[in-house]
């Protein structure tokens, strides 16, 4: 496997929609390609400042620039039933043949909870994406589907506008269990930096999945999104993720916390070094160059990266003139 592309990861929790989208064209004209878009309802921390709706953003992304475009990662299970995102997503790919894809995850407090009643724990909100991912599989087809599955009830029903061919479906995963399960449904995993064992032990995971489904392991797709922060100066790059990305440093479980309020509380307790082995903090575009590479060999074929900071046109620029052209592919 190789990279076919370095992506930019825009984050609607930090900017306003419409600066963001201009770093999405910005991006694209200094040699990244694609945007993954975040899917929040709530900021992390006060401090980001934002939560636009992501489903509108994309589409003004896929209207302003070439590359591909996705969340990373929307949850089909508790704000939005998954009725409702298998129309999104067909409209999207009608729209934009070839470039949109349909990222998923089992979804966090912050938020869905505020439309769930009920907050499961994490094996059966699981159970509740993949349940999905069985209806969009059959609402892709363009066929009347029923459903009356444990968690999700839907009437007859088909989806009139349908695209040449359906988005793919990445599922984003850092669990080896889940990946097995990723596998057999899906086309593609989504998952952030991590240690190459565990990387390895996802991939294989994911292939087994594939295998048992009798589905063709090439034909998988492995994405990953990589937080980082660069500023022309190390204090500054720090600085940089202890105000703007102090959740990168949280080194707990954070999908039952339900507020930004009880995030910016709990960022007190982040310590510089918390950052160690979860972010790469830099002023050295060479060091963050030999980063991104480490990944690429991995044998990703996307990776969308993220600058925690505010710097994002500087950033942007930098890493287009010094960094993705020496990324060997």
């Known amino acids: 496997m190789a990279v076919q592309q370095i992506g930019y990861a825009a ?76 129309q999104a997503a067909a409209t999207m790919a009608a729209m934009y043949p070839y470039r949109f894809w349909l990222g998923l995850g089992s979804g966090e407090a912050l938020n869905e909870h505020a439309v769930a009643g009920y907050w499961p724990e994490a094996p059966e909100r699981i159970n509740m994406m993949f349940e999905a991912i069985e209806i969009f599989s059959r609402l892709f087809t363009g066929k009347d589907v029923k459903h009356d599955g444990r968690h999700f009830k839907m009437e007859t029903v088909r989806l009139w506008t349908m695209p040449e061919s359906p988005p793919p479906i990445y ?45 063709d392991t090439s034909e998988f797709k492995y994405i990953l999104q990589l937080h980082l922060s660069w500023a022309e100066t190390d204090k500054r790059a720090l600085e940089n993720a202890m105000t703007e990305w102090p959740n990168g440093g949280m080194k707990f479980p954070k999908a039952d916390i339900r507020s930004p309020m009880d995030f910016e509380q709990m960022a007190r307790l982040v310590r510089p070094e918390d950052f160690q082995g979860r972010m790469f903090i830099s002023s050295d575009l060479e060091a963050h160059r030999k980063e991104i590479q480490r990944f690429a060999d991995m044998g990703f074929h996307k990776i969308y990266l993220h600058n925690v900071g505010r710097n994002q046109k500087e950033w942007i620029e930098a890493f287009g003139r010094e960094v993705l052209p020496k990324i060997v592919c």
């Open 11 to 86: 984050m609607l929790e930090q900017f306003h929609p419409s600066e963001l989208l201009d770093y999405c064209v910005l991006a694209e004209q200094n040699g990244f390609n694609g945007v993954m878009a975040a899917d929040h309802l709530q900021p992390w921390v006060p401090q980001q400042g934002n939560a636009a709706f992501v489903w509108a953003f994309m589409a003004a992304v896929a209207e302003r620039t070439r590359g591909d475009v996705g969340p990373g990662v929307t949850c089909p299970s508790f704000r939005t039933h998954p009725l409702v995102i298998a």
């Open 171 to 215: 599922v984003a995963t850092a669990g080896p269990i889940t990946a097995k399960r990723t596998g057999q449904a899906a086309q593609g995993l989504i998952t952030v930096g991590a240690p190459e064992g565990k990387i390895d032990l996802i991939r294989s995971r994911c292939e087994d999945g594939r295998r048992e489904a009798g589905l």
